[in-house]
């Protein structure tokens, strides 16, 4: 079983930065797939941001080259460096974990942590 639990969520006006992170219990977090993924009111949850145990990163093309994820392995937390913020990046941003155990995959996720920008 893994917990994640989210901060770093904020009030923040467009042009501004935020940096969210997740904190993981569990032993064996350099072993999971990490990512972030954000509900707007309305919307389907989407993925932001991915990085996988080797540090291959993914990216919605719409924060290419704004957002920024990475991961610290010896703190077993993922971050999401948020740049450039723009309204449409209002959100519940959630923390997801993947994990392959006897070949089945198991997905985790946090409680979310709420990002407005206004504009």
């Known amino acids: 079983q893994v917990q994640l639990v989210e901060s770093g969520g904020a009030l923040v006006q467009a042009g501004g930065s935020l940096r969210l992170s997740c904190a993981a219990s569990?032993?064996?977090?350099?072993?999971?797939?990490m990512g972030w993924y954000r509900q707007a009111p309305g919307k389907q949850r989407a993925l932001v941001a991915a990085?996988?145990?080797?540090?291959?990163?993914n990216y919605a093309d719409s924060v290419k080259g704004r957002f920024a994820i990475s991961r610290d392995d010896a703190k077993n937390t993922v971050y999401l460096q948020m740049n450039s913020l723009r309204p449409e990046d209002t959100a519940v941003y959630y923390c997801?974990?993947?994990?392959?155990?006897?070949?089945?995959?198991?997905?985790?996720w946090g409680q979310g942590t709420q990002v407005t920008v206004s504009s």
């Open positions: 569990g032993s064996i977090f350099s072993a999971y797939a």
């Open positions: 990085v996988t145990s080797g540090g291959r990163t």
């Open positions: 997801n974990a993947q994990d392959v155990e006897a070949g089945l995959l198991y997905n985790y």
